[in-house]
């Protein structure tokens, strides 16, 4: 299974580090990408990174602003959020597939799902 943590509610500007932990699977053998979704929205692919290479991708809204990476050793991918504004704020989950990235989502069928954790932005 996959678990976030990290979500919370902070100011324009601000930042926050989202964690993706895994258990029962190594998530270094997997692409995992971060999805965040607006009620009433679809579901938006903000962050992949691909196994292997380690080759990252990031959605246009937040390039420049978030940085996705892996700690092998602790088996998590992470979400570094900066300079965030209040169009962020919206439920995060992270997501593992076994075949790699596609724009910053995950190609074909996606295995693993996280739960979610909430990000708010405001003052």
């Known amino acids: 299974q996959l678990v976030e943590a990290g979500g919370g509610l902070v100011q324009p500007g601000g930042s926050l580090r989202l964690s993706c932990a895994a258990s029962?699977?190594?998530?270094?053998?997997?692409?995992v990408a971060w999805f965040r979704q607006v009620p009433g929205k679809e579901r938006e692919g903000i962050s992949c990174?691909?196994?292997?290479?380690?080759?990252?991708f990031y959605a246009d809204s937040v390039k420049g602003r978030f940085t996705i990476s892996r700690d092998k050793s602790k088996n998590m991918v992470y979400l570094q959020m900066n300079s965030m504004e209040p169009e962020d704020t919206a439920n995060y989950s992270c997501?593992?597939?076994?075949?790699?990235?596609?724009?910053?989502?995950?190609?074909?069928?996606?295995?693993?799902w996280g739960q979610g954790t909430v990000a708010a932005v405001s003052s």
């Open positions: 997501a593992a597939a076994s075949s790699w990235c596609e724009g910053a989502g995950l190609k074909g069928y996606v295995e693993i």
């Open positions: 029962g699977f190594t998530l270094d053998y997997y692409a």
């Open positions: 990174i691909n196994s292997g290479n380690g080759n990252t």
